[in-house]
């Protein structure tokens, strides 16, 4: 929307003025100066001054000519995608996956940080502060160019008030998170929840894209859903939803506050860890316990066997008891589930059509751990278009 100068507040008509170029040039690259003026009802003055300022800020650039249309060429104009950078984070376990981005959203560099055990909170903020200098070093970014950082954290965390609710893994409980991280940083911080970034992520770039609605499925350390309903990610009341961990799957012992839900208790990597321990199976904490469970079962490997076959069970139970609520289009499947096999994916797609009476396409997710730093670089250009920061920041 443009804004006259002939009404209100003066340097806001000029910043919402700067943002309709500035939105032009992002939906339609290479515009001269004459078509932008045409297209955001702005004089060819007014387009030429904003046009002069942001030039010598680098947010637009000149890229050659266009063809003539009675007079001189006009010179065309791109926004420089490249003249700041935004950072996503995703924890998950004991892992920290980081990237910097363009502001198109194209990631320039990328590292990955091994948490030491125990993980607590101080820990992962010591590492997100640590980390954020090495990639901002290996990308040649200075602080200043950052407009800001997505953190994917595991729990319940609540955007607006940048707190984490619910978070066993880390220990936090109803702390404003967001707000540490921004004082450590010294960054502007979008929170949400690690499963919600990875699912954002493959919906915009992986096996999700074109389709309405979608649920993504990740086992880790715990296990979660993000659910995409009508191209839109559904949060829920409280910003629990996709909170299947607490499904009353498998074995359940009761449970205190702060701790795992039943489901993931039972069939999280950490869940399933312990079933193959309690059966006397030799298993490689540093290895995919999934694919262990494979070899070992394709070896002759009783125990090994019942373990796969109740692990199967277990994970096409939450699937059910999601997708005969939600009915989406696609599953995606993420986390420990990317090593299954075309045997298992066929044993939890026959259990599935037991079960219930629509099964989704079910996919392995393409993105990977580039999934929830994709998401979490798309959430910071969603919420922090640069185009609304103050002229000449």
Not at 40 to 51: E, Y
Not at 125 to 147: F, M, S, W, Y
Not at 155 to 173: D, E, F, K, N, Y
């Amino acid at each position: 929307m443009v804004i006259r100068g002939r009404t209100g507040n003066t340097k806001f008509v000029k910043q919402m003025n700067r943002e309709g170029i500035l939105h032009q040039l992002r939906q339609e690259p290479r515009l001269s100066r004459a078509e932008l003026a045409a297209k955001t009802n702005l004089s060819r003055p007014c387009v030429s001054a904003l046009v002069e300022e942001m030039i010598q800020e680098g947010l637009i650039r000149e890229v050659g000519t266009g063809e003539s249309k009675g007079g001189r060429r006009p010179i065309l104009l791109e926004y420089n995608v490249q003249a700041y950078a935004v950072v996503g984070a995703v924890f998950e376990g004991s892992d920290l996956e980081m990237a910097v981005a363009d502001m198109k959203g194209e990631l320039i560099a990328q590292r990955h940080t091994r948490l030491k055990q125990p993980v607590d909170g101080d820990s992962a903020l010591k590492a997100l502060e640590e980390t954020l200098a090495r990639l901002l070093a290996a990308g040649g970014i200075d602080r200043d160019r950052v407009v800001g950082i997505g953190v994917g954290l595991p729990g319940i965390t609540q955007r607006r008030s940048g707190t984490v609710s619910h978070a066993p893994s880390t220990g936090w409980m109803d702390l404003p998170v967001g707000r540490e991280i921004e004082e450590r940083l010294r960054l502007p911080v979008v929170l949400d929840n690690d499963v919600n970034m990875m699912t954002q992520g493959e919906f915009f770039g992986g096996a999700g894209a074109g389709v309405s609605s979608l649920v993504y499925m990740y086992v880790g350390t715990g296990i979660g859903a993000g659910i995409i309903l009508d191209k839109q990610l559904y949060r829920g009341s409280r910003e629990a939803s996709g909170e299947i961990g607490y499904m009353r799957i498998g074995d359940s012992p009761a449970r205190r506050k702060g701790e795992f839900g039943v489901f993931e208790k039972n069939f999280s990597v950490t869940g399933i860890h312990g079933k193959a321990q309690a059966l006397g199976l030799v298993v490689d904490p540093e290895e995919s316990i999934l694919r262990q469970l494979i070899r070992l079962s394709g070896e002759g490997s009783g125990p090994a066997e019942v373990l796969l076959n109740e692990v199967y069970h277990g994970w096409a139970s939450g699937i059910a008891n999601t997708v005969s609520v939600l009915d989406p289009e696609m599953l995606v499947l993420s986390g420990e589930m990317l090593h299954l096999d075309e045997s298992g994916l066929n044993r939890i797609r026959e259990l599935l059509l037991e079960w219930v009476p629509v099964v989704p396409d079910i996919r392995l997710a393409e993105l990977r751990e580039r999934a929830g730093l994709m998401g979490a670089v798309h959430s910071v250009l969603e919420a922090h278009s640069f185009a609304s920061m103050p002229a000449g920041s």
